[in-house]
């Protein structure tokens, strides 16, 4: 099965600008996920950017670098404009793989694919794992999603999802195992849904917990959610994950 993979890397991020320049032990944020998505089975993969200087950059390892707008109102809209470039036919599927995830396991990009390749239904397949910890619960940065019997995507929320109605009554340290799933972004689209995608006015709860999948929901498409075999290591929004990260790079073992 072909697929490509696109990595969006927008320069001004609120958090932290200019964050797939940053130093990560000798290689950029953006170069270490364009390395990891090299291991996965792309056929191609592309560098999606609005900034000059991270298109010179990339261009320094990758020969596959595409200039977008500026205005785009969402990471997916950004992705329509990179497949209709490309002339990409309806039926490829194309995986987005943030700019920020410098560590994300290629096998995770293989599965995302596979699945939507596997349920024809889809429009798109994303990620989700347990969550037991209950402050990533009520964490309104971990997004929550329930999904129904054939794991289909039912809604993702910032709030606790689904809401337990005993929490004011009993110990709410408990996180009911198998209850609470928190989403890992990472997706695989069919070309023919962002083009779809692109037509809809965003939906009122879309804008209101900022999560452009809500999008999808609302216009009836459907979404796959499986689960991650392991974890997915953590991406870097702030400066406090960029030191974590450095921490962890420089405790690795150099590669011979």
């Not at 990339?58 to 002339?87: N, P, W």
């Not at 083009?195 to 999948?213: D, G």
């Amino acid at each position: 099965m072909a697929f490509s993979v696109v990595i969006p890397a927008r320069f001004h991020s609120s958090r932290l600008p200019g964050k797939p320049l940053l130093d990560l032990g000798g290689l950029t944020m953006l170069q270490r996920v364009y390395q990891q998505a090299c291991k996965s089975d792309a056929s191609q993969v592309y560098i999606a950017t609005d900034h000059m200087g991270i298109v010179n950059h990339a261009k320094s390892f990758c020969d596959k670098v595409i200039m977008t707008r500026e205005d785009h109102a969402t990471g997916t809209d950004r992705l329509q404009e990179v497949v209709q470039y490309l002339a990409l036919p309806d039926d490829h599927i194309v995986v987005n793989v943030q700019g920020d995830e410098p560590l994300i396991p290629p096998h995770l990009i293989n599965q995302v694919a596979n699945n939507l390749q596997q349920y024809s239904h889809a429009a798109i397949a994303t990620l989700a794992e347990p969550i037991d910890d209950i402050e990533q619960v009520f964490d309104v940065n971990a997004v929550k999603l329930v999904r129904d019997s054939a794991n289909m995507a039912m809604y993702f929320s910032r709030a606790p999802l689904p809401w337990n109605r005993d929490w004011n009554k009993t110990d709410t340290n408990v996180v009911h195992k198998d209850a609470y799933l928190r989403h890992i972004g990472l997706y695989a689209y069919r070309v023919g849904f962002l083009h779809r995608y692109v037509t809809w006015p965003q939906a009122s709860y879309e804008t209101l917990e900022s999560l452009e999948q809500l999008r999808a929901l609302h216009y009836g498409e459907r979404i796959h959610v499986d689960l991650a075999p392991e974890g997915m290591p953590s991406g870097i929004d702030t400066l406090e994950d960029l030191a974590r990260m450095r921490d962890f790079l420089a405790a690795q073992p150099l590669e011979h």
